[in-house]
């Protein structure tokens, strides 16, 4: 982000709010947006069970009045929905754009709202509305209560001597992860389609949040069974025991396909973690 006084500046930030329908369309006035991609959520799983009724009024309804303010201003632009892998939640895998959803939280609830009202849209009005129906995707940049995160930050915190214990819930989960900046590409091709679809984004590999940690901790040179302790506060009451997404479509349509894979992902996310936690300890000249 770059103030708007500097020429070189190419993004601008206005405020809005996914509760305030007058104002979201006053806002699509204002800009008249060619592309809209329509990631605002309450997008934690866990904290969707102590706050349903915020996450299906953001979540779910959210989308609705992002989508009702876009037919109401008649503006011609192209809508993506950030519907999720939740969606699928106890269906078998392999899941694919053909699999019913069984949604096992409020926040998957919400999202399959938000699913079937991009639909509806698309059908009603004819607009250019697209279902990326993306499986985990992850970065340096995730945030650090979702569980890839959580370990990494932690992981390096230990390392250096901050930390000397990792709590964590249901570790034997499995899920599909990839690298977020390969998503953000599936989701920029669906926008580009000549027409309006929807799609599952995935690697195809599935892998246990305890293939996770050891990965990363061997990155660390750590075992990690010494520092990880099962808290249940992190249990979710209904919990989505394994994802794994068949993205042969997006392959064939879009002519997608990950680029990174799981192993170097963990990496990723370890070696930067390292990286800005030697920083702050060490200072910025780096290590001593
Ligand atoms: O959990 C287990 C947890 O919170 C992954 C969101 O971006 O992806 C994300 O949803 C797994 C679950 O992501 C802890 O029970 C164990 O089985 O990282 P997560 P998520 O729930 O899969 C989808 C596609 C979205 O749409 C969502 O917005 O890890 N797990 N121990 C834990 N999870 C957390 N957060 N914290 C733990 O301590």
Avoid at 65 to 92: V, W
Avoid at 147 to 171: E, P, S, W
Avoid at 199 to 205: C, S
Wanted: with cysteine.
């Amino acid at each position: 982000y770059k103030d708007f006084h500097d020429p070189e500046a190419r993004v601008y930030l206005h405020y809005g709010d996914l509760s305030v329908s007058g104002q979201l369309a006053y806002l699509l006035h204002d800009i008249e947006p060619d592309e809209i991609y329509h990631l605002g959520a309450q997008s934690h799983v866990r904290v969707s069970f102590d706050m349903p009724e915020y996450t299906g009024d953001i979540t779910g309804l959210g989308t609705l009045r992002l989508l009702e303010a876009i037919h109401k201003t008649g503006i011609k632009t192209r809508f993506y929905q950030a519907s999720s892998s939740e969606m699928f939640g106890a269906a078998p895998p392999p899941q694919s754009e053909a699999t019913p959803f069984q949604p096992q939280s409020p926040y998957a609830a919400a999202k399959v709202y938000a699913y079937y009202i991009a639909r509806n849209y698309r059908e009603a009005y004819k607009m250019f509305a697209c279902n990326g129906i993306l499986f985990n995707h992850e970065s340096p940049r995730r945030g650090e209560t979702f569980v890839t995160r959580k370990i990494t930050m932690a992981l390096a915190r230990i390392k250096h001597g901050l930390q000397d214990k990792l709590f964590l819930g249901n570790i034997d989960a499995k899920r599909d992860w990839g690298f977020a900046g390969d998503y953000v590409e599936a989701m920029w091709l669906m926008l580009q389609q000549p027409k309006a679809d929807d799609f599952v984004i995935a690697t195809g590999e599935t892998h246990s949040v305890k293939e996770f940690l050891k990965l990363a901790f061997e990155r660390a040179e750590l075992d990690w069974k010494k520092y990880v302790a099962i808290d249940k506060r992190y249990f979710r009451p209904t919990e989505v025991e394994l994802l794994l997404g068949d993205p042969s479509k997006a392959k064939k349509v879009l002519k997608w396909k990950p680029k990174v894979g799981f192993k170097q992902l963990v990496h990723m996310m370890v070696d930067a973690d390292m990286a800005m936690v030697e920083k702050e300890v060490y200072g910025l000249k780096g290590k001593r």
